[in-house]
C-alpha cells in the first residue's frame, strides 16, 4: 500500500504543480497582455507629446520671426521717406544748406510709383538742385546729403567753378533719388 500510498501522492503533487504553473501562466499572459496595452499607452501619450512638443517650438519660431519682422518694418519706415516726410524732407536739406553756408535751389520735385510694384507701395522721389559755396562747403553739403538717415542716392552729379581768381565759387548740380513708401 505504500506504492499506491506514494503515487497517489505523487499524482497529487504533479496536480497541484500543474495547477500552479497553468495559474502562473494565465497571470504572466494577462500581465504580458496588460503590458501591451499600457506600452502602447506610453507611446502615444509620447506621441502627443512629441506632436505637442513641435507645435510649441513652431509656435515660438513663428512668434519670433514676427518680432524680427516687426523690427525691420520699423527700421524700414525710419529710412524710407514716407508719403507725409517729403515736406520734412525737403525742409532738413534746406536746414542743411543753411547750416553749411551754401546757396540751394530746388529746380524740380517729382514722384513716381515704381513700375514693378503693383500694390503702389514704394516709390521713388527724385529731386533737382543746384547748389553754390566754397569747394569745402559743397563737398560738405555732398557728403553730409549721403549721410542723412533716409535711402537717397546723389545721380548725375555735375561740379563747375566760376568766378575771380581770388574768390572761386563752385556749383554743383545733382538729382538726388530717395525710396519712398
Known sequence: MNI???KTNTVQKIIFSSTIVLLLLG?????????????DKIIEVKKETFVESATTVNLSDAKRKIEELKKIDSRLD???I???KIVNFISMVEELSDDLGVDIQIDDV??????????KELGE????FRILGSWQQVTTFLNSIESVPYVVNIESLRLSSGG?????????????KGITN
Do not use: H, P, R, Y
Not at 499572459?29 to 499600457?38: D, E, K, P, S, Y
Not at 522721389?125 to 533737382?128: F, I, P, Q, V
Open 4 to 6: 499506491l500510498n506514494m
Open 164 to 176: 575771380q581768381s581770388g574768390n572761386v565759387n563752385w556749383s554743383a548740380d545733382f538729382t538726388l
Open 82 to 84: 514716407g508719403g507725409g
Open 78 to 80: 525710419n529710412i524710407l
Open 27 to 39: 497571470f504572466d499572459i494577462f500581465a504580458l497582455m496588460t503590458m501591451n496595452n499600457q506600452i
Open 125 to 128: 522721389l527724385t529731386m533737382k
Open 110 to 119: 517729382d514722384f513716381n510709383d515704381f513700375e514693378g510694384d503693383s500694390k
